[in-house]
């Protein structure tokens, strides 16, 4: 379990939907990680990266590639870099 203020702090800037989903996968990997399952714990740390990765989309005021979706993250990360600076 998190503390509930974590969220709290999330959803007015993101889409809950991808709040939700960087919840759980880091409540799944801490408890892969109490458990010893070092495996299962590669998954979900391929979709906390890519809930992040949404939520950099979201941040950037880019479209944010729907869950489900396959992400091109060298995209995003190039488009991220050419906005890093720039003007509002």
Same mark, same amino acid.
């Given at each position: 379990?998190?503390?509930?203020?974590?969220?709290?702090?999330?959803?007015? *800037?993101?889409?809950?939907?991808?709040?939700?989903?960087?919840?759980?996968?880091?409540?799944?990997?801490? *408890?892969?990680?109490?458990?010893? *399952?070092?495996r299962p714990n590669e998954v979900e740390g391929g979709r906390f990266a890519e809930a992040a990765f949404r939520m950099l989309e979201h941040a950037a005021g880019l479209a944010v590639t729907p869950l489900g979706v396959q992400l091109d993250t060298l995209a995003i990360a190039r488009t991220l870099e050419g906005r890093i600076g720039a003007p509002d």
């Open positions: 379990m998190i503390d509930p203020s974590i969220k709290g702090s999330l959803i007015p *800037r993101f889409p809950a939907n991808l709040v939700d989903e960087l919840i759980e996968c880091y409540v799944e990997q801490k *408890r892969n990680f109490y458990l010893g *399952r070092m």
